[in-house]
């Protein structure tokens, strides 16, 4: 079993700042992408930002130039820092990492996800 560690939601104004950080543990072996999706009420789970181990990044249209995603290796560690932040970013935020454990076969892990909301 893959444990995760999610930290940093919260309430904040618009405008505001907020950095979400999640940490993997549980007999991994190998980490291919790290990601963060989202869920709003009523909405689709959608991808905000992924890593790879390559380096590649790539972001949701509705958050680049606001949010940075980047991982610690040595660490499992995923963060998502977040600028700027509207009302139409609250949501709930999960972690994903595509991975192994154990050398096993390949495949995503959710982690139990952190609230952000935005509000005045």
């Known amino acids: 079993q893959v444990q995760f560690v999610e930290s940093g939601g919260g309430l904040v104004q618009p405008g505001g700042s907020l950095r979400l950080s999640c940490a993997a543990s549980g007999s991994i072996s190998s980490i291919y992408a790290m990601a963060w999706y989202r869920q709003a009420p009523g909405e689709q789970r959608e991808l905000v930002a992924f890593?790879?181990?390559?380096?590649?990044?790539n972001y949701a249209d509705s958050v680049k130039g606001r949010f940075t995603i980047s991982r610690d290796n040595a660490k499992n560690t995923v963060y998502l820092q977040m600028n700027s932040l509207k009302p139409e970013d609250t949501a709930v935020y999960y972690c994903?990492?595509?991975?192994?454990?154990?050398?096993?076969?390949?495949?995503?892990?959710w982690g139990q996800g952190t609230q952000v909301t935005v509000s005045s």
């Open positions: 994903n990492i595509d991975g192994r454990r154990n050398y096993g076969t390949r495949r995503n892990y």
């Open positions: 890593i790879t181990d390559g380096g590649t990044i």
